[in-house]
């Protein structure tokens, strides 16, 4: 029998006036069920409030062309009525609205992406965050192949998106062979022969499109000091002031007042010395003027890039009379000083590019660990290639992504993704080729020429469509 003086309130804190008689023990009883429904995690429908929103996978990885494996959501306390995503999915993916499933197979790159995902159910929603990039393999054309091939040479970009070759091995020994590539007709056309004949120089592009080739290796592996200057427009190359070293193997880079500042190398022939200097060409008068600061190792075959700012080149790795040398600096490009910093990497060929977040990624040809340097930290951080490689070409994607590829006996490729600091392979060269050159054309695209394949000329040239 039930007291009809009795009041029930639900909390102390409630906003239910007590009141006494049966209609008000029920309104009130009624109204301590919901609270309680509430409190553990339902809603006023009887239906569990799910309270947390989970995938299988919520940082991945996908390959265009290539069906992903079902990404389940996880929903704990309760269930949803519906999922939603935003921004949408890549191109190609799907999610399951009734389950929050995502399936599909991607069709366009993507680089890392955050997507909100959310499951509605009857007193709200939950929401994750997905992080999706998408990637691929890419494809390789065979196109025209250069009239003398060979390797050790120079490709450069013309101001009109021609690509310059010039010099390297050919035909057992250096070249002095110039050609051009038009992109745009996929047919090579000879272009006026260097005025040294130069394997494995340097070569730079000038902000007035001209076209700076220096160092190398002369006949019998003699190194040179000579430089000249190629002219696009009239077709010409015209010598310039020598270096005030002969270099093989050093590494040149632009700086931001146009002047050029070439750093380490060896000279031969044999026994080798290695250099420890750095010199910086004008344009404006053609001369060479070495800095006053040398490097803290003399190296060549390092790899060298410049800093976010133009004013530290970084240099790292490279061999000298000791062997592999494994450390790297940061050099003033001024010449006022030069800092030592760790480094670890070790290797007889470095390469190295500039990444779009302004680090640095380099690889070497001893085993299959790469490298980035975060500038603003000065800190490495290792990545694991799929492949070791031995005189590949390196070269930096339109989307930030970077294509190695080739190597000895290899006609393998692979990719870094930088925002995973992960590599995933690529598609296969139709050629095996080693100390090939490399260039990123204006429509996205590689173009990959000659090299050599156990110590015969490749005559082949592929584009990679990334």
């Known amino acids: 029998m039930v007291d009809s003086a009795m009041a029930y309130s639900i909390a102390p804190n409630s906003i239910v006036k007590k009141q006494t008689g049966p209609a008000a023990w029920l309104r009130t009883l009624a109204l301590s069920a919901a609270a309680l429904l509430a409190a553990c995690g339902g809603n006023h429908s009887g239906t ?148 040294v004949a130069r394997a494995d120089p340097a070569a730079v592009v000038l902000a007035d499109g001209r076209v700076l080739v220096f160092g190398g290796d002369a006949a019998g592996f003699s190194t040179l000091a000579s430089a000249e200057l190629y002219d696009p427009v009239a077709n010409t190359w015209t010598a310039t002031g020598s270096m005030n070293e002969a270099r093989t193997r050093h590494s040149a880079r632009v700086l931001t007042d146009g002047k050029v500042l070439v ?105 299959t660990t790469a490298w980035r340097f975060d500038p603003h930290t000065s800190t490495w951080t290792p990545s694991t290639q799929n492949t070791g490689r031995f005189l590949p070409t390196m070269t930096l994607l339109a989307d930030g992504r970077v294509l190695l590829a080739g190597g000895s006996g290899l006609t393998t490729a692979e990719i870094y993704n930088p925002d995973l600091n992960v590599w995933t392979s690529a598609s296969s060269m139709a050629h095996v080729r080693q100390a090939a050159v490399a260039s990123r054309l204006d429509n996205g695209q590689v173009l990959v020429v000659s090299g050599s394949d156990t110590g015969v000329e490749v005559n082949s040239t592929e584009r990679y469509t990334p």
């Open 48 to 195: 569990p409030t799910a309270t947390a929103l989970t995938y299988d996978t919520p940082r991945a990885l996908y390959v265009v062309g290539e069906s992903i494996a079902t990404n389940h959501a996880r929903l704990s306390g309760g269930s949803a009525s519906a999922f939603t995503v935003s921004p949408a999915l890549p191109s190609g993916l799907t999610l399951d609205t009734l389950t929050g499933a995502i399936t599909g197979t991607p069709t366009a790159l993507q680089r890392e992406t955050s997507h909100t995902v959310s499951a509605s159910h009857p007193a709200g929603s939950v929401q994750t965050q997905l992080r999706l990039t998408v990637t691929g393999r890419g494809a390789w054309t065979s196109v025209a192949t250069v009239p003398t091939p060979r390797h050790y040479a120079t490709l450069s970009r013309l101001p009109d998106g021609r690509q310059l070759l010039a010099g390297g091995y050919a035909l057992g020994g250096p070249s002095s062979e110039a050609d051009i590539y038009d992109p745009a007709s996929g047919s090579w056309s000879a272009a006026a022969p260097m005025l």
């Open 263 to 367: 750093v380490g190398g060896f000279r031969g022939p044999a026994p080798l010395s290695f250099s420890s200097t750095a010199e910086v060409y004008d344009p404006a008068t053609g001369t060479w003027t070495v800095l006053p600061t040398p490097l803290s190792s003399a190296r060549a075959q390092h790899a060298a890039q410049l800093l976010p700012g133009g004013t530290t080149l970084l240099v790292a790795g490279g061999v000298n009379s000791g062997g592999f040398v494994t450390s790297a600096e940061l050099y003033a490009v001024d010449g006022s000083a030069t800092t030592p910093i760790a480094f670890g990497g070790s290797g007889n060929v470095m390469l190295s590019v500039p990444l779009d977040d302004g680090s640095v990624l380099v690889t070497s040809d001893a085993g």
